[in-house]
């Protein structure tokens, strides 16, 4: 057996110890919401207006037109970059500038014209430079133009597909791109490929770990996610997806030393087991199942946070050699039946949490205090001209806890208060 330990603590808060500050809304306010408009715009800068606020100072961005859906979002101090999806206008990447509070386009049109079909991931190192995924497997690399041009330059690079054989459920999570400093990852099924030079030529995607150790002949595997704060100290998040659709989720950490399995297990009568000579798997919510996820996030480099749907979510940290987790939910006392499409983590015991309530009816926003302490939640309210959000959110992101980002379907909504 693996030297790694699990210790699991259990810290779901009992439904006496919190209260919701906001009452969930009504399904009368969320019939509301169907109906509320929406700014349009051209291909031109926005016309600023004043901002719609909620009562807890989530502010309404004019996206640059009606139809996008906003899969991911990566902020910047002063700025943010985000990538949508559009049944009109397909794959677009946008920045937004806090100088004018104005969304624009900065993409030029290529992954639409080489047929790209899905949207999965957007990330920034600075202000001048962004990377996205769009499926199938290519990752574009943008670079702002010294003025006076205006246009960014782009190019594109396809990944290898190792496991050609995937659900419609996994095409959104196992291609994507992440990077911390001068390291910059991307994934593609079960291999995470590192920006590098290899023998002294041009930069390029070089696969530098591929998870391929499978029991039986019709598992396969995922990366999913990634997480860190310093190149030294950097997680992946991924799935044994066995038969019957079942999984098990993996956890590889890469350190100087190279890449180490830190949990993993095999799916066994609906639970995941120890493998032979592996290390435990993960605590899940329902044992081994079909759900994917690639929400996982760390502030400090230390505490790792992923999300299990539905309402589960797990605190991770090494102890020495040791992986030890902590479990948590939201209790059903502060809001019914939940089902939570994104975390971030603000500090070490305080969580964001965005998805939708009571069966995903409408979109919700939560904070969560002391975590690691049995913890308590708070509504944050998303409510604009009293009307809730009618879509989930697809991410919730942020520098700090006075530049936070709530997107999803028509919606990019920007919180500059505490």
Not at 258 to 266: E, K, L, Q, S
Not at 269 to 289: E, I, N, V
Not at 312 to 333: D, F, N, R
């Amino acid at each position: 057996m693996s030297s790694a330990l699990l210790a699991i603590a259990a810290c779901a808060a009992s439904d006496d110890e919190t209260e919701a500050p906001h009452a969930e809304p009504d399904e009368a306010l969320a019939d509301a919401g169907a109906g509320r408009d929406v700014a349009v715009a051209s291909d031109a800068p926005v016309e600023a207006r004043g901002a719609v606020c909620s009562s807890d100072g989530w502010c309404e961005t004019t996206l640059p037109d009606v139809g996008l859906t906003i899969k991911d979002i990566w902020p910047l101090p002063g700025r943010a970059f985000a990538l949508a999806e559009s049944r009109s206008f397909g794959i677009r990447a946008l920045e937004w500038n806090e100088a004018d509070s104005t969304w624009r386009y900065i993409d030029d049109n290529s992954q639409n014209e080489a047929l790209a079909d899905h949207a999965t991931r957007i990330w920034s190192p600075n202000a001048d430079e962004v990377y996205y995924a769009a499926a199938p497997g290519t990752i574009y690399h943008g670079t702002r133009p010294a003025p006076p041009a205006t246009a960014w330059s782009w190019s594109r690079e396809r990944l290898p597909e190792n496991v050609p054989d995937r659900t419609e459920d996994a095409k959104d999570l196992i291609l994507g791109v992440w990077g911390v400093g001068s390291d910059i990852y991307a994934w593609r099924s079960n291999t995470i490929f590192r920006r590098a030079s290899e023998d002294g030529g041009a930069l390029g995607w070089v696969p530098e770990h591929t998870v391929d150790d499978a029991d039986n002949p019709v598992e396969v595997f995922y990366i999913t996610g990634a997480a860190g704060t310093r190149p030294d100290e950097v997680w992946f998040r991924g799935y044994r997806f066995g038969g019957n659709f079942i999984n098990c989720e993996i956890l590889i950490r890469r350190t100087p030393e190279g890449y180490h399995r830190i949990a993993d297990g095999v799916a066994t009568f609906r639970q995941c087991t120890p493998r032979d000579g592996g290390p435990p798997p993960l605590p899940s919510p329902s044992g081994a199942s079909n759900a994917l996820s690639s929400q996982f996030h760390t502030s400090d480099g230390r505490r790792f946070f992923l999300l299990q749907p539905p309402n589960q979510y797990s605190q991770l940290t090494m102890e020495g050699e040791s992986l030890s987790v902590t479990v948590g939910s939201v209790p059903s006392a502060v809001v019914r039946a939940p089902r939570w499409t994104a975390t971030w983590s603000e500090s070490a015991d305080r969580l964001w949490l965005a998805g939708g309530g009571q069966n995903a009816r409408w979109g919700v926003v939560m904070r969560g205090s002391e975590i690691g302490d049995g913890g308590s939640y708070q509504y944050s309210s998303t409510v604009l001209n009293g009307a809730p959000l009618t879509k989930l959110p697809t991410q919730i992101r942020g520098t700090s806890p006075t530049n936070l980002w709530a997107v999803g379907e028509g919606y990019a909504l920007h919180k500059t208060t505490p």
